[in-house]
């Protein structure tokens, strides 16, 4: 059987799930000769690309950390099939993830555990599948990057997801907490042209896949949201085609040329306050359908957690990702206040 007779997708679930004839799960671990270069089917869901010519990027694009951000994972599936066809002939090495399969397999964005709660050893701390599958992919990192060639060489993590919400700004993306060091102006300008115009300034260490490459790995690194989640085959992949271009430009110009940087292009949100749901009474005093983004006024009540009332505390305070079903002791909401481009440490 031919690398380029499976859907990487498919491979990916129904592997993982020992599902696969023993011809199609034979392709574990073999490698597909491509145009310019070869793709490993390390692992379901891993994927390596090697380029003949050297290069000097190491490229990871990961998606389904949470399994019904459909929109990620169809781009990834068809940069992959682009890369057996021949279609896209990258020149930087690659690792694509595909993380969770068992909850795309349900169509959910976990089966027990929040995957991107489980990061920096988070993983360490139980026992079930998403905590397994968080060390893989970790595992799958470090190994990929420390199997570079030697050199100066750039890393660079795009971890993509939906919002389960609207958003006033489309797609934007998490700029993990930099430990004061300065934010990059070529990936300020690199997301720009991805269609990524809103960027949000995390100020504190998560557990998050793109804050453990950041910290772990000093790659440049970031969760990118690519709009809403929405079913297989419903995604409006012209919304996303400029993201779809810049990922493939990045992993196929041996120098990818950027436009100048402009300050006027990026919106920027500071994380003022991280709102966490302690007990089970815990309640968001605001519509499901308010979306991302959405700007409060002082004083109204945003959130109760138990007796703990949170009200909004400064002007323009806008809230992001809230999400009241959350496990106990996790990130029910954010909340965010734009800041100048000019505020930031820029290099
Ligand atoms: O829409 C939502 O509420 C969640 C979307 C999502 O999965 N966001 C990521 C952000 C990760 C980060 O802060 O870097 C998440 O919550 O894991
Ligand atoms: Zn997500």
Same mark, same amino acid.
């Given at each position: 059987? #031919?690398?380029?007779? =499976?859907? /990487?997708?498919?491979?990916? =679930?129904?592997?993982?799930?020992?599902?696969?004839?023993?011809?199609q799960?034979? @392709?574990?671990?073999?490698?597909?000769?491509?145009?310019?270069?070869?793709?490993?089917?390390?692992?379901?869901? =891993? $994927?390596?690309?090697?380029?003949?010519? %050297? !290069?000097?990027?190491?490229?990871?694009?990961?998606?389904?950390?949470?399994?019904?951000? *459909?929109?990620?994972?169809?781009?990834?599936?068809?940069?992959?099939?682009?890369?057996?066809? &021949?279609?896209?002939?990258?020149?930087?090495?690659?690792?694509?993830?595909?993380?969770?399969?068992?909850?795309?397999?349900?169509?959910?964005?976990?089966?027990?555990?929040?995957?991107n709660?489980?990061?920096?050893?988070?993983?360490?701390?139980?026992?079930?599948?998403?905590?397994?599958?968080?060390?893989?992919?970790?595992?799958?990192?470090?190994?990929? $990057?420390?199997?570079? %060639?030697?050199?100066?060489?750039?890393?660079?993590?795009?971890?993509?997801?939906?919002?389960?919400? +609207?958003s006033?700004?489309? #797609?934007?993306?998490?700029?993990?907490?930099?430990?004061?060091?300065?934010?990059?102006?070529?990936?300020?300008?690199?997301?720009?042209?991805?269609?990524?115009? *809103?960027?949000?300034?995390?100020?504190? %260490?998560?557990?998050?896949? !793109?804050?453990?490459?950041?910290?772990?790995?000093?790659? +440049?690194?970031?969760?990118?949201?690519?709009?809403? /989640?929405?079913?297989?085959?419903?995604?409006?992949?012209?919304?996303?085609?400029?993201?779809?271009?810049?990922?493939?430009?990045?992993?196929?110009?041996?120098?990818?040329?950027?436009?100048?940087?402009?300050?006027?292009?990026?919106? /920027?949100?500071? /994380?003022?306050?991280?709102?966490?749901?302690?007990?089970?009474? $815990?309640?968001?005093?605001? %519509?499901?359908d308010?979306a991302?983004?959405?700007?409060?006024?002082?004083?109204?009540?945003?959130? *109760?957690?138990?007796d703990?009332?949170?009200?909004?505390?400064?002007?323009?305070?806008?809230?992001?990702?809230?999400?009241?079903?959350?496990?106990? &002791?996790?990130?029910?909401?954010?909340?965010?206040?734009?800041?100048?481009?000019?505020?930031?440490? @820029?290099?």
């Open positions: 059987m #031919k690398h380029s007779d =499976v859907n /990487v997708l498919d491979w990916t =679930v129904q592997g993982y799930h020992g599902e696969l004839t023993s011809a799960s034979a @392709l574990r671990g073999t490698t597909a000769l491509c145009a310019s270069g070869a793709l490993t089917f390390s692992d379901y869901g =891993v $994927f390596v690309f090697e380029p003949q010519q %050297p !290069s000097n990027k190491d490229v990871v694009i990961s998606c389904a950390v949470h399994g019904d951000e *459909t929109a990620p994972i169809e781009i990834v599936r068809d940069m992959l099939h682009g890369i057996l066809s &021949g279609d896209i002939q990258p020149c930087q090495r690659t690792l694509f993830l595909i993380a969770n399969p068992a909850a795309i397999r349900i169509g959910k964005r976990f089966v027990d555990e929040n995957m709660r489980l990061f920096s050893g988070a993983h360490g701390k139980g026992q079930t599948p998403e905590h397994q599958r968080a060390a893989a992919m970790e595992h799958a990192v470090s190994e990929f $990057f420390a199997a570079a %060639p030697a050199g100066e060489r750039k890393r660079y993590h795009y971890d993509l997801h939906t919002a389960i919400r +609207d006033q700004y489309e #797609k934007f993306a998490v700029y993990p907490f930099t430990h004061g060091g300065p934010y990059k102006k070529e990936q300020l300008t690199f997301l720009a042209e991805c269609g990524v115009e *809103t960027i949000l300034l995390n100020q504190a %260490p998560t557990t998050t896949f !793109s804050y453990y490459s950041v910290r772990t790995h000093n790659a +440049d690194a970031f969760t990118v949201e690519l709009g809403k /989640v929405r079913p297989f085959g419903e995604n409006d992949r012209s919304k996303f085609a400029a993201a779809e271009q810049m990922f493939t430009r990045l992993i196929s110009e041996a120098e990818l040329r950027l436009p100048k940087f402009d300050a006027n292009r990026t919106k /920027v949100f500071d /994380v003022c306050r991280t709102i966490n749901r302690t007990v089970e009474d $815990f309640t968001l005093h605001f %519509p499901d308010v991302n983004f959405t700007a409060f006024k002082q004083g109204e009540l945003l959130a *109760t957690d138990g703990k009332e949170y009200l909004v505390e400064q002007s323009s305070e806008r809230i992001i990702f809230p999400n009241a079903k959350v496990a106990l &002791g996790q990130r029910a909401l954010l909340t965010v206040v734009e800041i100048p481009v000019e505020q930031l440490k @820029l290099v």
